[in-house]
């Protein structure tokens, strides 16, 4: 089955830097688009990133362009976000999760993992 | 604010029928398939409905979407006491190349 795992959360100070990582099993990672989202406390979902299965289309909200890098490892089944220049704002869960299918991109997301918090304060 | 418009709240009685609206435009909405997702708490969202009105399998036909123009609606049927969680409208908006959600809709079955 499919499987997301993500990891790399943690506390940071205001303008430091933080490397997320998400863990596929369970499909054909280099198949499918992926993407961060996150959701900040008591707060709702905000896309962040996606990134094409072949790493060569990316995009970004305007809320991180500039700050945050999305990329992949299909040799590993593996998602990254390079988050540099952390605001209280980017305070959230982190979600990494699986486009609906293989053809391209949907923006229908039909699984997500646990989620991982990233914490921004002084 | 969130591009897509839902209602902070929504509730009715176990067994009832309820609607969630999720308003948008034409750069969104008007022009793009709209999916739903359910979170319970503490949890992963959900995807209930994708393409507008299609389930994943193993999502019980009680869930239903619509969309009409620039607004889309999830139908929830025969409430149970365990539908409780927020749920919300996701799409493509084409003006801001961003994908973008409603800012959820908290269920609660009295």
């Known amino acids: 089955q499919v499987q997301l795992v993500e990891s790399g959360g943690g506390l940071v100070k205001p303008g430091g830097s933080l490397r997320l990582s998400c863990a596929a099993s369970?499909?054909?990672?280099?198949?499918?688009?992926m993407s961060w989202i996150r959701q900040a406390p008591g707060k709702g979902l905000e896309w962040v990133s996606y990134?094409?299965?072949?790493?060569?289309?990316?995009n970004y909200a305007d809320s991180v362009k500039g700050r945050f890098t999305i990329s992949r490892d299909n040799a590993k089944n593996s998602l990254y976000l390079q988050m540099n220049s952390l605001r209280a704002e980017d305070t959230a869960v982190y979600y990494c999760?699986?486009?609906?299918?293989?053809?391209?991109?949907?923006?229908?997301?039909?699984?997500w993992g646990q989620g991982t918090l990233v914490t921004v304060s002084s | 604010q969130s591009v897509l418009t839902q209602p902070p709240s929504v509730s009715a009685a176990p067994g009832q029928k309820v609607t969630i609206s999720c308003s948008g435009s034409?750069?969104?909405?008007?022009?793009?398939?709209v999916s739903w997702y359910q979170q319970l708490p503490g949890t992963a969202p959900k995807l209930l409905i994708y393409?507008?009105?299609k389930r994943p399998s193993g999502i019980p036909d009680r869930f239903s979407g619509s969309k009409s123009g620039t607004s889309a609606t999830l139908g929830i049927t025969g409430l149970q006491t365990g539908d409780e969680a927020d749920y919300y409208c996701?799409?493509?908006?084409?003006?801001?190349?961003?994908?973008?959600f409603g800012g959820g809709t908290k269920l609660t079955v009295l």
């Open positions: 996701g799409t493509w908006d084409s003006s801001l190349s961003a994908m973008v």
């Open positions: 369970g499909f054909t990672f280099s198949d499918y688009y």
């Open positions: 999760a699986r486009d609906r299918y293989s053809s391209g991109w949907s923006n229908q997301l039909p699984y």
């Open positions: 990134i094409s299965s072949s790493s060569s289309y990316t």
């Open positions: 034409s750069s969104n909405i008007g022009n793009n398939y």
């Open positions: 393409d507008s009105n």
